[in-house]
T-cell receptor
């Protein structure tokens, strides 16, 4: 099976812009989670989707949003970018059923905000 | 409260020495715990789950409910074990709760 893929791998944006990141889960996986990873804060949970429904959201401002499509592919959007949004954004997929702690991660999208 | 604590940000040991990465958790109910590893320039990946009680790459982890711990151990460290290790708890609301991670450095 192909692994989790994320596009683009690298992005450079300017403060105030918006960005959309994409994630394709492992075939058959219906749960997709998003994380922000930074050296200072470690892994921070953004949100989790299952069958196009957001089931949980972390403590991030409303500028961070996401969605999931019927084929389980997911996107996350960050509007009005701030310098502090610079991070590695990870997507993980799991399970054919309900949420599983056994997650498969993508390589991440490295976002740099200047 | 649901929480995972990894008290060591950095752990440095010599090759061949035993390794123990500490993980403590807070959870009401029956916990489900995981260790994930991230090698340099590789993606984060599952190392082991407590429910499978298996040994992966020589690592084992035992759930101690009395001490609310899930420490990761290996009797003889190898240089290729150098990586970032994360302990995670399956929370009650469709998320994994992560520790801050421990960077393991194996010195030759």
């Amino acid at each position: 099976k192909a692994g989790v893929t994320q596009t683009p791998r690298y992005l450079i944006k300017t403060r105030g812009q918006q960005v959309t990141l994409s994630c394709s889960p492992i075939s058959g996986h219906r749960s997709v989670s998003w994380y922000q990873q930074t050296p200072g804060q470690g892994l921070q949970f953004l949100f989790e989707y299952f069958s196009e429904t957001q089931r949980n959201k972390g403590n991030f401002p409303g500028r961070f949003s996401g969605r999931q499509f019927s084929n389980s592919r997911s996107e996350m959007n960050v509007s009005t970018l701030e310098l502090g949004d610079s991070a590695l954004y990870l997507c993980a997929s799991s399970g054919t059923g309900t949420f599983s702690g056994e997650q498969y991660f993508g390589p991440g999208t490295r976002l740099t905000v200047t | 409260a649901q929480r995972v604590t990894q008290p060591e940000k950095l752990l440095s040991v010599f090759k061949g020495a035993p390794v123990e990465l500490k993980c403590n958790y807070s959870y009401s109910g029956s916990p489900e715990l995981f260790w994930y590893v991230q090698y340099s320039r590789q993606r984060l990946q599952l190392l082991l789950r407590h429910i499978s009680r298996e040994s992966i790459k020589g690592f084992t982890a035992d759930l101690n409910k009395g001490e609310t711990s899930f420490h990761l151990k290996k009797p003889f460290a190898q240089e290729e074990d150098s990586a970032m290790y994360y302990c995670a708890l399956r929370g009650s609301n469709y998320q994994l709760i992560w520790g801050a991670g421990t960077k393991l450095i194996i010195k030759p």
